[in-house]
């Protein structure tokens, strides 16, 4: 696709006609329907409206700032907010030939750094303040610590740019910067190249670099789209953080490849999304479970008017079965989901039409294109019509590995190839997919295997418990015990002997019930929007500990 003309592409299109977006990078999309639909929205922030020729005028900022650099070869880092900004930049990076990193505005100053020095970035992308952070501040205490960055491009909120280049130990001096038309190809890329990098969301420790192409992203919105009947009457809202592989598809490649508007927030309030669900007539929800738990407890949930939310995808994390009930009885929109990961992409994935065990107890059917092999603990692989263990999988779906990491890939591929994830699952005859668990959510008590997500469903029931994380605490004669970690409706202690009396009293096989009970104002979460676990569990360790 020519920059400065279009082809026969119409708005929502992608969803019927995927063959004629092939070879075409998200930027060039993004200049399609500045050509074409100059004044449609293409993002919705509280108070901020975004159309796609601002959006891709801003895209041509970064480009242009990026443009004037020393380091012209080097990746660049994205510490941005989840609204257009982001996108912007991501795009801007594309059209100057730029590797980009995108990081989780969660993320602390110790994950930054170590991402960007393990990407070789010298130069950061962010804004002034992010998430009340004042980032000059940041940016000197970077420089302190680990060296860098040696330039910085601060944008606002609309793609404004203010560009500082290094100029000597410690200090840097404003650049102009000459706005120009960027062509919106790449001059480095094609869509399966390696663009952008992005990091395994940190829940047990400091993150790795994924490596991630156009292509692999635009098959993933292929499979949504069909998934969910998405077309060019939708309206999508991308509760998701941005940099990771949910908040990718959700906001940055399928809106832009049916040219349809998104809604995003600078920072997630539930009743904020709320607001705009009604006020944006909203279709498709995007968000993690945690979120859409938040808005089924929230009381302005309960009385707003979401009649025109159609689906909502969710996951990142265990899908409840009783709070997917509950959300499509309290919306009428299906719940769907895919598992996987940001290194394999979707291996399965619900969809509107399947029944509603399929789409409630299920993570769908394995995707036609997707190959599974199921390994038992000691690596053989498992048989059968019913397979449960941890997967393998094969398929277009696959990034490319970890970023000049041999050690981690050593890790995340069998030796014929194959890519793990860090899963438990179980996969019946009709080829549906069920996590049991995560490797490290398994918590062996006594020789015998717990699943840590099978507790959560349990404890989640109780009537008192918004939020609930389970991990294993070491015990000296049974090598773990179970310990949920809760967050409570009204803020008061759930006792163990209570939780204990009321799981017991509901029939809950002894061996799942929790051993220790800690109840907590909220729960930690990785810079991805997952609860991070490894933070639970030490949290989980000294609480027990303290009381012992």
């Not at 730029?98 to 989780?104: D, F, L, M, S």
């Not at 999304?273 to 006020?279: A, C």
């Not at 929800?285 to 945690?290: A, E, K, P, Y």
């Not at 059917?365 to 048989?383: C, L, S, T």
Request: glycine share 10%; net charge negative; with cysteine.
């Amino acid at each position: 696709m020519d920059q400065q003309t279009t082809t026969g592409i119409e708005v929502g299109e992608f969803a019927s006609a995927p063959e004629k977006f092939l070879g075409v990078s998200i930027s060039e999309m993004v200049r399609h329907w500045a050509l074409t639909t100059p004044d449609a929205v293409a993002f919705v922030s509280p108070g901020t409206r975004v159309t796609w020729a601002e959006y891709d005028a801003a895209a041509d900022r970064v480009a242009s700032a990026l443009a004037v650099l020393p380091d012209e070869h080097a990746p660049v880092a994205l510490y941005l907010p989840d609204t257009m900004v982001f996108h912007a930049a991501l795009c801007g990076a594309y059209r100057a030939g730029r590797i980009a990193v995108g990081i989780g505005s969660r993320s602390g100053i110790k994950e930054l750094a170590h991402l960007m020095g393990r990407a070789g970035c010298r130069t950061l992308i962010t804004t002034g303040t992010l998430r009340g952070q004042d980032n000059a501040g940041l940016v000197d205490e970077l420089s302190t610590r680990a060296g860098i960055p040696d330039n910085v491009v601060f944008l606002d909120e609309r793609g404004g740019v203010d560009v500082q280049v290094a100029d000597g130990p410690g200090a840097r001096r404003k650049v102009q910067v000459t706005e120009r038309r960027f062509a919106a190809t790449s001059p480095q890329f094609s869509i399966s190249d390696v663009s952008m990098l992005n990091s395994t969301s940190g829940t047990t420790g400091l993150p790795k670099l994924v490596t991630q192409t156009e292509e692999r992203w635009i098959a993933f919105s292929r499979v949504a789209a069909a998934a969910g009947r998405i077309g060019r009457s939708d309206v999508f809202f991308g509760a998701v953080p941005a940099p990771f592989g949910f908040g990718l598809w959700t906001s940055h490649f399928l809106p832009a490849l049916l040219g349809a508007p998104n809604v995003v927030i600078e920072r997630f309030h539930v009743d904020t999304m709320i607001d705009l669900l009604v006020s944006e007539r909203v279709t498709v929800l995007n968000c993690v479970s945690t979120q859409f738990k938040m808005l089924l407890r929230s009381e302005h949930g309960r009385t707003a008017d979401l009649g025109a939310l159609r689906a909502m995808f969710t996951g990142g994390e265990a899908v409840p079965y009783s709070e997917a009930l509950a959300f499509e009885e309290r919306t009428g929109a299906a719940v769907l989901q895919f598992y996987g990961s940001n290194e394999t992409g979707a291996v399965s994935v619900t969809t509107v039409d399947d029944d509603p065990d399929t789409r409630l107890r299920t993570c769908g059917h394995v995707i036609d294109n997707m190959q599974v092999r199921v390994f038992d603990d000691a690596g053989a692989e498992v048989h059968g019509d019913q397979r449960r263990g941890q997967p393998g999988v094969n398929g277009p779906l696959m990034c490319h590995g970890y970023w000049d990491d041999d050690d981690a890939n050593r890790e995340l591929y069998t030796d014929d190839g194959w890519m793990l994830l860090g899963d438990i699952v179980e996969i019946d005859r009709e080829n549906r997919v069920r996590v049991v668990g995560r490797k490290a959510d398994i918590i062996i008590r006594g020789g015998k295997n717990i699943s840590a997500v099978e507790v959560e469903e349990f404890v989640r029931a109780h009537p008192a418990v918004v939020l609930v994380s389970v991990v294993g605490v070491e015990d000296e004669l049974f090598g773990e015990k179970v310990c949920a970690v809760v967050v409570t409706e009204d803020g008061s202690d759930l006792p163990t002997a209570e939780l204990t009396g009321w799981l017991t009293a509901n029939g809950v096989t002894r061996e799942y019930i929790p051993e220790h009970v800690v109840t907590v104002d909220q729960l930690p979460m990785a810079p991805g929007g997952k609860v991070a676990k490894g933070e639970v569990k030490s949290l989980a360790a000294a609480r027990v500990m303290a009381t012992a």
